[in-house]
């Protein structure tokens, strides 16, 4: 049987919220652990080359892989943090244990207070063949490009004009890659109008109320059938245009990664706006399992300015749990949240702020 390790508060993901919920933890005293399966801390950030919108508060113009150097070098500049890397939690179960695989090896930790922070996983959409060599997810295509220095092919059809659709085609003309069209099936772009504008500068057509009907090829993908939609969102017929296409890159939304939330039996609830099921908690994101707080994507998708300032707020709640910080966590909880609804105070928000009233409607069932 593998040996426990006791700590006081663990961390479950090392993206900006982990981390950031981390260096607040420690920085009240708090002993923590954080768990990351990667081989390097970071998570989203360590692929974003481009300079982050948000605030100045949150780094802001800097950019995402920068942001992920400095919150590192604060977990590791700080003797109370340990990171364990290329560690997988596995379970959290009822006696508080929580499992994990790592370095070959099966973990036991026994911790008083857990954060999880593990961020969301890529959308897919159902269409004929979309399994075929050639179709990849848009956080993978950036993982190819921006850590590994790869590019995914010659040719590529975007799926989504969203934020990251926008930003990814960007990224793939920049290394030299061919965007045939980015398609979109609302009616309008979802992503800043900055970033569209960029793109259809370059010649890039964005194509509004369009689908993908199928990708087709021998081996691996040789082209794309797209087709408009009408207002019903029904596949207009004659409107089929074929795009000969080696990539096509879905960039159609994340869902947040629960599913150690569900096992741990946490409240769970579904709500759209915040891109799926997430866990009923707390203003100090507490979750129903007393001593399970969640921070970031995971508890719904929005952004790394607000996912590190959650974890902030987390680390703080889960820090003065155990008794750290006193008066100081109580005034640095208030000054988090604030920043939190300064944050979402604008139109991009607005999402988050009515997900938030839904989930802690008590009328609404969870399940
Ligand atoms: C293309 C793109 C562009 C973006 N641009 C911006 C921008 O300009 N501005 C902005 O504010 N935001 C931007 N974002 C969003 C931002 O990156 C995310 O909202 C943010 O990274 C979420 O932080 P997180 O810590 O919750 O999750 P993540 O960054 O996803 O980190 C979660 C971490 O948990 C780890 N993990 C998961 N499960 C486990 C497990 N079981 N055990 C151990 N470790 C685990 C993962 O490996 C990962 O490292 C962008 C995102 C993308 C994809």
Redesign the pocket.
Known sequence: MPEVKEIEILI????????SAAAAAADLGASVLV????GK?????V??T?????SKK?Y?GDR?YQIGNLLIDRCQNNPKVEVWTD????GIYEDGVVT?EGQGKHLKIKPQKTIV????SEKMIAFPNNDMPGIYG??AV?TLMNVHGIVPGQRVLMIGAG??GL??SYQLMQAGVEVAAIIEAAPAIGGYLVHASKIRRAGVPILTSHTIREAYGQESVEGAIICRLDEQWQPIPGTEQDLKVDVICL?VG?SP?TE?CFQAECQMKYVPELSGHVPLRSESLETTRPGLYV????SG????????V??RLAGISAAYSLGYGNEAAAKLQAEALAELSELRSGPAGQKTVQGIKKLMDKEEAAC
Do not use: C, Y
């Open positions: 479950i993901g090392g993206g900006p919220a982990g981390l768990l990351e399966r990667d801390p970071g998570g989203q950030l692929k974003q481009h300079k982050f919108f948000g949150q802001a995402g560690t997988t939690a596995l994990a922070a593990t961020g969301a848009a956080g950036q934020n990251i930003i990814v960039a994340l990664l150690l921070a970031g994507d995971v998708v929005e952004e790394a300015s607000s996912a590190m959650e974890g």
